[in-house]
Each structure stands twice: as C-alpha cells, then as structure tokens.
C-alpha cells in the first residue's frame, strides 16, 4: 500500500512492518488493556484509543482490501469504501445498547465501543484509497476525522503525550490515582466527543427505560455515515483509485 503526508502536509513518520500472513482477529470493541489505559488517563482517552485502534485494527483493514479485491477483479475503491462505510455504520446502530448496563458506566462503554468500531471503518476506508492502515500516521487522522482536533499538529502533538504516557504507566504504574466517579465523567465525555455524540444526550438515554436503544440508534448511525463521509473525502484525494471495469 501507499501512503503520502497526513492531514496538514507533514511527512510521514512511522513506516509499517509486513501484512501478517495468518487472518487477524480484531476485537469487535476497546480491549480491556485499552479500558485500564483511559481509565487512567481519560484527558487523552481518544489519542489512547486511537494508537491501540491502528496497532490493532490496521492488520485486519489492510488484510480486509487485500481480500476484497482478490475477490472482485477491478473493483473500484469508490465502491470498497461504500461497501466499508455500510459494513460499519450496520454495526455502529447495533453498538448504541451493547454493555446492557444502565447509568454513566453503561454511556461509558456504550460510547468507547462506538468510538473504536468508527475506527475501524475509518482504517478500512483508507485501505479501500491504498492508504496503509498500519501506518502511524492513521491515528493522527483518526483524530482529526473524528474533530478530537482541528488540524494534525495539535493531533500530532497530542498523541505524543499520550505514547509518553502509556511509556510511564508501564513502567511506574501511574493513573487510577483520582475518585472513580469523576474519572469516568471525564473519560464519558471524551469518547463521546470522539464518537461525535453528545454526552449528555447519552447520559441521559441510559437512564430513562428504552430510550437508550432507540437514541443510540440514531445518533450512532448519524454520527458514523457523517465520518464516513469526512473519510472518503480525505483518503479518495490522497489515493491511487482502481479504475472502474470498462462496459462492453
């Protein structure tokens, strides 16, 4: 795959290593190493979940197109990320009641859960454009796709703090150190930031009986085919379209 300057016109960073030759099993939501992670740090929760999301959901996008296109000779990437986009905007509607869970906990991982699947289809996007999803600089889009931050440098910068972080947790177990409460407030509103649901709306879904199926429906299937656009837009001027097959 290719792969050129990421949002903002920087150079390229982090070169990715080889596709994987066994299939690759990407967690359908946040892995619970990634949960303690913004748990403990929930001011940079979105830059956490976008670095462990490129780490551990770009094998399985760029394996996806391989495939994809394997299995459609001269398949447009037009119509590879249509087919991502729906993929995912399917199961972003079914992520809105996912934990069963009531209250703030519930919106928490409701909202966690939709981010991550969101960064999924963005991966798959870009690898529909011959955009390598493996490469570091996807989660500085993933940032800026999902408006975390206006522009690639404060992303940049951003997830850079984050990475020093999780470099410090590892080795001195920082984090975990403030009220619960107030911790998953902050980490609720930062996801849902990223997910591009209001958290209040959310919040207060999980309380009233069934209105959080029928809001988590809406806002996430809203939320998602609005990134999916901003995705297409993005990867599709930076790609190398395959051609559509000529009619006879």
Partial sequence: MTDTPPVGGQPAAQPSVGLPTEPVDA?????????????????????????????????????????????????????????????FVNLARLSGAVSGAAGLPGAVIDVGVLAWTQARMVLHIAAAYDIDPLHGDRATDLLVLQRVHKVAE??????????????????????????????????????????????????????????????????????????????????RSRGVAVPEPRGH
């Fill in 27 to 87: 967690p359908e939501g946040p892995p619970a190493r990634l949960w303690d992670r913004m748990r403990g740090d929930p001011q940079y929760a979105p830059e956490h979940l976008a670095l462990e999301a490129v780490r551990r959901l770009g094998p399985e996008a760029a394996q996806w197109a391989v495939r994809a296109r394997a299995e459609q000779p001269g398949v447009s990437a037009d119509v590879l990320a249509d087919q991502a986009a729906r993929k």
């Fill in 154 to 235: 404060s992303a940049r910068l951003a997830l850079g703090v984050a990475a020093g972080r999780e470099r410090a947790d590892a080795l001195f177990g920082l984090g975990g150190q403030r009220p619960l409460g107030r911790v998953m407030l902050q980490l609720g509103i930062r996801l849902a930031q990223m997910a591009g649901v209001r958290a209040a709306k959310r919040m207060v879904a999980k309380i009233i009986p069934g209105a959080a199926i029928v809001l988590g429906t809406w806002a996430n299937s809203s939320a998602t085919k609005d990134l999916a656009q901003r995705s297409r837009a993005l990867y």
